[in-house]
């Protein structure tokens, strides 16, 4: 009885210890992150009823090449045209919102630490496009009309010109004002001729992409990072999937598995890294933010002294 008593007593006294060292931080983090949970369930709830309302998209324009040229699922009547690609596009959503949380945890003005986290103007706007091409996404697929055709494309765009303008204005360290400006003189004029072009859409965004991991790895040498490779890696299996579903040679309209479908998945994922890479860039410190309630500041750089060629990852 007293050994039983005994084991109680310690049983207790480890989980007290347990949740002093990690519960209190796990309340910690779901409190940081409440406000873009609460989004991504808002969206959900939006978007869960517009499917359900049995809106059938009459009247509205079909998409250039319609039904050829929509990808391997089969279309369905009803809300959602294609149910597959069409809610797989919101892989994009929260990497979004986590970007733009993120953005205004840090904006912290050091010279220690990447522009993305000195300026919250950056997370906001990467994690918006992310936000807006998700539901671009999702509105085209579940529609295959030109305007849904339009805004996916434009978010493509609004990352891609991101992706871009953000290597040179790191190499040759703008200010953020330029930055938006430059980004807006890409951005904009892109937008434009797609919606007068809608045809070539696809090549534009190849080349704006392909531009910006050039200038990534010329300017930055960012081969040596192993972020920016696994978001390289992930961009190159999931167009090679891309492209088998767009041959017919990964075909099964009516299944659940769907090649396009995978296409969003790895590229959130690719975006995801790209994020995480730009993140990591900081010459010689790991500054950590330490969040706590009512307190945002930095913690002692002498503990956290990397060694060399160690990199500074804090996601």
Request: glycine share 8%; net charge positive.
């Amino acid at each position: 009885m007293r050994r039983l008593r005994i084991r109680r007593i310690h049983k207790g006294f480890f989980l007290t210890v347990l949740f002093e060292r990690h519960g209190k931080w796990l309340v910690w983090e779901l409190r940081r992150f409440f406000a873009p949970l609460a989004a991504l369930a808002g969206i959900m709830a939006v978007l869960l009823y517009i499917a359900s309302s049995g809106y059938t998209w009459s009247g509205w324009r079909l998409t250039t090449g319609y039904p050829n040229r929509v990808f391997c699922e089969f279309i369905y009547s009803g809300t959602i045209r294609q149910p597959c690609n069409t809610w797989s596009s919101l892989a994009f959503v929260p990497v979004g919102l986590w970007a733009i949380r993120r953005a205004f945890l840090d904006n912290v003005r050091s010279l220690q630490l990447s522009p993305l986290r000195q300026y919250k103007r950056y997370g906001v706007l990467f994690g918006g496009a992310l936000v807006f091409m998700g539901l671009g996404s999702w509105l085209f697929h579940a529609s295959l009309t030109y305007v849904g055709h339009f805004l996916d494309v434009t978010g493509m765009f609004l990352v891609g010109g991101f992706l871009f303008t953000y290597g040179f204005s790191r190499r040759f360290r703008t200010s953020a004002t330029a930055f938006i400006v430059v980004y807006a003189l890409i951005v904009i004029p892109l937008i434009l001729f797609q919606w007068f072009r809608p045809e070539v859409s696809r090549i534009a965004f190849a080349g704006l992409i392909l531009a910006a991991l050039t200038a990534e790895i010329v300017l930055h040498h960012s081969w040596r990072n192993w972020l920016f490779v696994g978001g390289m890696v992930s961009l190159a299996f999931g167009f090679g999937i891309w492209l088998l579903d767009v041959r017919g040679l990964l075909c099964s309209p009516q299944s659940w598995f769907q090649g396009h479908s995978l296409w969003h998945i790895l590229t959130a994922v690719s975006t995801q890294f790209s994020y995480l890479y730009y993140l990591s860039e900081a010459p010689a410190v790991n500054w950590r933010i330490s969040y706590r309630p009512g307190i945002c500041g930095i913690l002692n750089q002498s503990r956290h002294m990397l060694r060399p060629g160690q990199q500074n990852v804090s996601p």
